[in-house]
């Protein structure tokens, strides 16, 4: 069975090191985090998921759905619940925000951030881990199109370094692109123990405001 790097974005903790980077240039009514996540009540994503191996060939895998459905109270602050599905598994989180950040409750695992670190991690035993992992945010925006549409976003990427030097495979990277004031448009992942890669795109969405 292939086994993923992660099934979602949520793999770095906000305690792991951090190394200064260059923030991307935004407006002043763009710097808060929750402007690209945009969790309100009743706003609703669709996904297509592919797989796609080396040679560009692609795979239906699944259709997820994703909606805030609720909110809930963290420590004196607003947060939002999330449910659907992610890569065709049942999917149900906390999210809230800290100014440029997003994180998940009660784990606090980053879902999305507009600051200038990078956050380092490690896959597998701290002593010979299977990766090394590196979040960053990309400095310059992108123009994604996707079913949904044309949009500029924001590259919460994940950069993982094999330890092994058996490892077959070569750094593998995960993308997490998101829009202001859409949400998330496009991600991909990858499988720790194949070359192919998991790619998501946006194929409908319903933003409440």
Not at 85 to 94: S, T
Not at 112 to 121: C, H, I, V
Request: aromatic content about 14%; proline content about 5%; some cysteine.
């Amino acid at each position: 069975m292939k086994s993923l790097l992660t099934l979602s974005l949520f793999c770095i903790l906000i305690s792991a090191c951090t190394h200064d980077t260059v923030s991307p240039t935004l407006e002043v009514d763009q710097e808060l985090a929750s402007n690209y996540t945009h969790m309100e009540v009743g706003n609703f994503w669709v996904y297509d998921w592919y797989e796609i191996d080396p040679e560009g060939n692609s795979a239906f895998y699944s259709r997820d759905t994703l909606l805030v459905t609720g909110s809930v109270k963290v420590d004196g602050h607003t947060a939002m619940e999330l449910t659907g599905q992610r890569l065709g598994l049942d999917f149900d989180v906390i999210l809230f925000d800290s100014a440029q950040s997003v994180y998940t409750y009660p784990d606090r695992f980053l879902y999305f951030t507009l600051d200038s670190a990078t956050r380092e991690g490690v896959i597998g035993p701290n002593d010979s881990p299977l990766f090394t992992t590196f979040y960053y945010l990309e400095k310059d925006p992108l123009e994604v199109t996707v079913p949904a549409g044309t949009f500029e976003c924001l590259n919460f990427q994940g950069k993982y370094v094999p330890q092994n030097k058996d490892y077959p495979y070569s750094t593998r990277y995960n993308d997490n692109l998101f829009a202001y004031k859409i949400g998330m448009v496009k991600m991909t992942t990858s499988y720790a123990n194949s070359p192919n890669t998991l790619e998501g795109s946006l194929i409908a969405y319903g933003m409440i405001n």
